[in-house]
């Protein structure tokens, strides 16, 4: 989830239903992520999230049938936000801002997002769920190579994808794989050696540049 | 792990005593790795090694006290290899080579490397130990940026763990965290595009490049 700051921690949905579903739905998700921050998925029970949340443990257990119904629950959820990458006028800075948002994501206290990734490894709808979510955040950022193609910073053929995940990937190997500590640097430069890169042609796509003749 | 295929799944530690203790050791790694291979972390039992080590239940939970224990001893054992990364004649193709392997570690049948890495969101010592051998295969892989310097391929004051970072990372990001189908043209184009970058100046350290005047 590049820039996944808000997602999972989200406000309740937008495009949900109102009314007391949705209101339970939004209190029972946010009672799954306060859990996960707090005790991580091994202290993850649907007893603790219905009693956080206020809601018959019955009604939790009807809906959501286990942890990893709730898990589920919280990408769907975290997928239905109108999060779009920042548009600081520059490709090398609109790749920053979205490392420097998912930096402080990886790194927040109580570790909301850090624990989603760590629950993606123990559940197959967790697994799924991560899954979607970085699928659509990635999506949604190739706006951002959209907008440097169109300010002429970047060649008409050049692979989004490629791009976003060369400049966003140093980031999270480091902090989610590495476990190194945070690198009050690394937002930037990766950025910035994605951008070189992608100056060398590293993400241009064949047809190298012309495509005619 | 750059390059871990040998690592995890590899042959008796050779600098470790011999004899029966280093026996029934390698032993037991085997049947650990195999364990977890075939089923996970959730399958892995101290019982279910012993057995299929043959070795002494006693011995085992004497020994390796939980899969806590068994986990920190895989990843020791791992980085007691003589593990190099190769020397092809090229930045490039070093690195190339080196996304080979581990492209090759990680999707490999029964996946042992990818349960490792599941194994380090589940169990502490899993996680230091995995993270004492990243350093330990980063260490051994500075040898491909300063062969590079050598020949005159990069700038001396070129930091190496940076750019074998960014050579990394996009693989390991797309196979263990995105979860996206292994591309097959993945570690030459990572590898490429990080010796763009790095032509481009992403990783020399300040001071610059002529650090006198």
């Known amino acids: ?37 707090e005790r991580g998925y091994d202290g993850l029970t649907l007893d603790a999230v219905a009693a956080r949340a206020g809601v018959h443990r019955a009604t939790v257990y009807r809906r959501w049938r286990d942890v990893g119904g709730l898990l589920a629950d919280v990408f769907e959820a975290a997928g239905d936000d109108d999060w779009q990458p920042q548009d600081t006028g520059s490709l090398q800075g609109d790749l920053a801002a979205l490392n420097h948002e998912s930096q402080a994501a990886l790194t927040a206290r109580p570790p909301i997002v850090a624990a989603l990734i760590a629950a993606s490894f123990r559940s197959e ?21 959209s907008r ?8 008409p053929h050049t692979d989004a994808r490629q791009l976003l995940i060369a400049a966003t990937a140093p980031l999270y190997h480091q902090l989610v794989l590495l476990r190194t500590p945070p690198d009050p640097g690394l ?4 950025a910035r050696t994605a951008v070189l890169a992608a100056s060398a042609g ?3 796509r064949s047809p190298p540049v012309g495509d005619g003749a």
Do not use: K, N
Not at 12 to 33: E, Y
Not at 148 to 155: C, D, H, I, K
């Open 1 to 37: 989830m590049p820039s996944a700051q808000g997602d999972p921690a989200a406000p309740p949905p937008r495009r949900r239903p109102g009314g007391r579903t949705g209101r339970i739905r939004a209190q029972v998700l946010d009672a799954v992520r306060a859990e996960l921050g």
């Open 148 to 155: 440097a193609v169109r300010r002429g910073e970047l060649p």
């Open 187 to 190: 937002p930037d430069h990766a």
């Open 125 to 145: 709808e967790a697994a799924c769920g991560v899954r979607r979510l970085w699928e659509d955040r990635y999506a949604r950022c190739e706006v951002i190579v």
């Open 202 to 204: 590293a993400f241009v």
